[in-house]
C-alpha cells in the first residue's frame, strides 16, 4: 500500500526527474486537523519560494479568462440567429408564456427552461441578436469564474493550473455554446452547472458542512429544466467524491461516498426520480429504426473531433448550412492530437499510478456523450460525432481530469475532517516521476494553446458572421414598415440559406418573423396590392408567369367578361397546390362577380373602376379560370391572366 504524503510542489516543479524507488514507509500518526478553511493552507510552501506567486498566477487566470470573453465577444456580436432559433422565437411570440410552451417537446427535449429564456428574450427584445449574445456571453463568464475556482481548489496556486484552464476558456468544443442561441439556451445551464456542482460537492467533500451538499443537489435540479443531458451531473458529483476519497482500494472509496453523504444520494434520486417521471410522460419523436453505427460514432469522436479541439483544433471547418459548420481537422492534427492526449495519460498515469480514476472520469463522459448521440441522432450517421454542440459538457471536465492527473489532491487534502485519525494515502498515487522546471513549460503551452484555438475560432467565427439571415430579416423589416399600412404578402417560402424547409412552418415570412408583429396580411384570398419578399429580403410587387393564358382575341380588349360564364384556359396545367391568380384589368364600373378554378369555386372578386391588377388565391390543379355572371355595362377586359407562384417583381415604394 502506498502511504506516501502528499507531495510537495516545490519538490516537483524544482527536482531533477528522478524515480521513487524506496519501500513504502508504515503511516505516521495522524495529527489533528488544522482549520480547513484557512486561505494559507493554500499558498506555496516556503521550499517553493522560487515559484510564481499566488497574485501571479491568479491575474494570469483572470487575464485568461477577460481575453476568452473578450474573443467571444467579437465571434458573437456580428452572428445572428441561425434555423431553429427562429423556430424557437416563432413559438415563444405565438403562444407567449404559457403551459403548452413550457411543456413543448422539441426534438425529444424536454426544456421548459430553455423555453423561458426563449420567451424572455424574445418579448424583451424580439430577433435582437445582441441581447441572445449578451446574456450568452454572462453566462459563460460566469462557467469560466466557477471554473477557475475548481481548478484553483484542487490545485492551489500554481502555475501549471493555467494549462487545464486555457484548454476550458479557448477550446472551439464549445463555440456553438456560445454562438448559436438554439444550442445556448439549451448547453449554458449545464456548462455553469457542471463547475458549479463540483465546487460545492468539493467544499462539501472539505468542510464537512451540509449546506454545500444542498448547493451541489440545487445546482444540478436548476440545469435540468434546460436540458436533460444535465443529468449528467449526478453521476459526475458521485465519481468525483469516490475519486477523493482517503482510502486507497476502489471499493473502499466507493463504500465509503455511498456511506458518509447518503442523504446528499437520496437528494439526487428524489430530483432525478422527479424529473424522468415529467420527461417520460411528455410526447416523444418518433425514433428512426435504423442501425445505430455506435463504433463509427465513437471512433470519430475518439480520434478526429475531440482530441484536435481539446487542443485548439481542428483549424478546418466542413460547411452545415449557410453558417453552421462541423469539424473537419487535417490528418496531421488529428494524428498529433490522439499522440498528444495518450502520451499525457500516459505520463500522468507513471508518475501517479491512480491518475488513470481523473481519466477513467474523463473517458466515462466520453462514452456518456456518445451513447446520448447515439440514442438522439442517430439519423445522422456516424458524421454527427464532428458536431461540437453534442459534446460541450466534456471541455469543464476535461479540465478537471487533467487538473486532477497532474497535480494530484490539493496540499489541504490532508486536513479534512474526515481523514482523522487515517494515514494519508494520496488520492491518485503517489509521485513516481517529478519534472525538473515544470514552470518553464506552461507559458509554451498556454501560447500554443491560444493560438491553436484562435485560428479554429476566427475560422468558424468567419463563418457565423456571413450569415444572410441577418440581412434578410433586417430588410425585410425596413421595407415593410416604410410602407406606412398593412402589407399583402405572399408567404412563400424564404430563401434555404435563410431557413431550410425542414423547417416548415417557419420557413415562411409571416412565421420566420412572427416575433417582430410587422404589419402584414400573410396570403390573402383576394388582393389589389400584393407584394413579395425578393431573395434579398426587399419587398417588391407580385409577378405570376408560372402558368399563363394566351392573348385575348378582343379588340382592345383581350377577354370580354359578360354574360353568364367566360372561360380563361392556360398553357399548361399546374398541379394540387396553393397557387395566385393575377388579373390585369379595366373596368368602366365597379362589380362584383364570381371566380372560379378546379377546386376553387364561387370565389366573390371585386374589379374596381379603371386599370387595375388583382390577385385571387387558387387551388391546384390549376388549368383554367372562369368569371361568371359580368354585366355587360362594367365593360370588363382581361388583358393579362397567369396563375402560379407569385414571384418578385419591380421594387416596392412607399
Not at 516537483?12 to 486537523?33: G, S
Not at 377577354?559 to 397546390?577: H, M, Q
Amino acid at each position: 500500500m502506498d502511504t506516501a504524503s502528499p507531495p510537495n510542489l516545490a519538490a516537483e516543479t524544482h527536482a531533477p526527474a528522478t524515480i521513487d524507488t524506496a519501500a513504502p514507509q508504515e503511516p505516521a500518526a495522524a495529527k489533528p486537523a488544522p482549520r480547513t478553511d484557512d486561505p494559507a493552507s493554500e499558498r506555496p510552501t516556503p521550499e517553493d519560494a522560487a515559484a510564481p506567486s499566488t497574485r501571479f498566477v491568479d491575474t494570469a487566470a483572470v487575464t485568461l479568462i477577460v481575453t476568452a470573453l473578450l474573443i467571444r465577444a467579437w465571434a458573437a456580436w456580428g452572428g445572428y440567429f441561425s434555423l431553429d432559433d427562429f423556430t424557437f422565437a416563432r413559438l415563444a411570440a405565438e403562444k407567449g408564456l404559457t403551459s403548452d410552451l413550457l411543456l413543448t417537446p422539441y426534438n425529444s427535449h424536454f426544456m421548459p427552461g430553455a423555453y423561458l429564456m426563449v420567451w424572455a428574450e424574445t418579448t424583451i427584445a424580439p430577433l435582437d441578436y445582441r441581447l441572445v449574445a449578451g446574456v450568452a456571453l454572462a453566462g459563460m463568464a460566469i462557467s469560466y469564474v466557477l471554473i477557475w475556482l475548481l481548478i484553483r481548489r484542487l490545485a492551489g496556486p500554481r502555475l501549471v493550473a493555467l494549462v487545464p484552464l486555457t484548454i476550458a476558456l479557448f477550446s472551439p468544443i464549445t463555440l456553438p455554446a456560445t454562438l448559436w442561441w438554439a444550442v445556448s439556451i439549451n448547453q449554458l445551464a449545464m456548462l455553469i452547472a457542471i463547475p458549479g456542482a463540483l465546487l460545492a460537492q468539493l467544499a462539501y467533500l472539505r468542510t464537512g458542512r451540509a449546506r454545500y451538499g444542498v448547493i451541489a443537489v440545487v445546482t444540478a435540479a436548476l440545469a435540468l429544466p434546460f436540458y436533460e443531458k444535465a443529468a449528467l451531473v449526478v453521476p459526475l458529483v458521485f465519481v468525483f467524491t469516490v475519486v477523493l476519497q482517503p482510502q486507497t482500494d476502489l471499493p473502499d472509496r466507493i463504500k465509503a461516498a455511498l456511506t458518509r453523504f447518503t442523504y446528499q444520494w437520496g437528494a439526487f434520486v428524489v430530483v432525478g426520480a422527479t424529473y424522468a417521471g415529467i420527461y417520460l410522460t411528455r410526447p416523444l419523436d418518433e425514433r428512426s429504426e435504423s442501425a445505430v453505427d455506435l463504433g463509427g460514432l465513437l471512433g470519430n469522436a475518439a480520434t478526429n473531433s475531440v482530441p484536435s479541439g481539446l487542443l485548439g483544433g481542428p483549424w478546418s471547418w466542413k460547411a452545415i448550412g449557410a453558417v453552421d459548420a462541423s469539424a473537419h481537422p487535417p490528418v496531421a492534427l488529428r494524428t498529433a492530437a490522439v499522440v498528444i492526449i495518450l502520451a499525457v495519460i500516459a505520463l500522468t498515469v507513471y508518475r501517479r499510478p491512480l491518475a488513470y480514476q481523473a481519466w477513467v472520469f474523463f473517458g466515462g463522459t466520453l462514452l456518456f456523450d456518445v451513447l446520448v448521440l447515439a440514442v438522439g441522432r442517430l439519423q445522422l450517421g456516424s458524421g454527427a460525432a464532428m458536431e461540437y454542440r453534442y459534446f460541450t459538457d466534456l471541455v469543464p471536465i476535461a479540465a478537471v481530469a487533467l487538473t486532477l492527473a497532474l497535480l494530484g489532491p490539493p496540499a489541504w487534502a490532508a486536513t479534512w475532517p474526515q481523514r482523522r485519525g487515517i494515514a494519508w494515502p494520496p488520492v491518485v498515487g503517489g509521485t513516481r516521476v517529478a519534472l525538473a522546471n515544470a514552470n518553464a513549460l506552461v507559458l509554451p503551452l498556454v501560447v500554443a494553446l491560444f493560438v491553436s484555438s484562435l485560428v479554429s475560432t476566427v475560422k468558424y467565427s468567419n463563418r457565423w458572421h456571413d450569415n444572410p439571415a441577418k440581412d434578410y430579416v433586417a430588410n425585410a423589416q425596413k421595407s415593410i414598415n416604410a410602407m406606412g399600412r398593412t402589407v399583402d404578402l405572399y408567404d412563400g417560402a424564404v430563401p434555404e440559406q435563410v431557413a431550410w424547409g425542414v423547417l416548415n412552418p417557419t420557413n415562411f415570412p409571416s412565421r420566420l418573423m412572427a416575433p417582430l408583429d410587422l404589419p402584414i396580411n400573410p396570403d390573402p384570398d383576394v388582393s389589389d396590392d400584393l407584394y413579395v419578399l425578393d431573395p434579398n429580403g426587399q419587398l417588391s410587387h407580385a409577378s405570376v408567369t408560372s402558368a399563363k393564358a394566351p392573348a385575348g382575341t378582343a379588340k382592345n380588349c383581350g377577354y370580354r367578361i359578360a354574360g353568364k360564364r367566360v372561360p380563361i384556359f392556360l398553357d399548361k396545367e399546374l398541379f394540387n397546390w396553393w397557387w395566385y391568380a393575377e388579373l390585369r384589368y379595366t373596368a368602366k364600373e365597379t362589380v362584383t362577380i364570381p371566380f372560379n378554378s378546379a377546386k376553387t369555386l364561387g370565389k366573390k372578386v371585386t374589379f374596381e373602376k379603371g386599370e387595375h391588377t388583382v390577385w385571387v388565391k387558387v387551388q391546384g390543379p390549376a388549368g383554367w379560370i372562369t368569371l361568371d355572371d359580368a354585366p355587360k355595362s362594367a365593360g370588363l377586359c382581361i388583358s393579362y391572366a397567369a396563375v402560379g407562384v407569385a414571384a418578385p417583381g419591380e421594387p416596392a415604394t412607399p
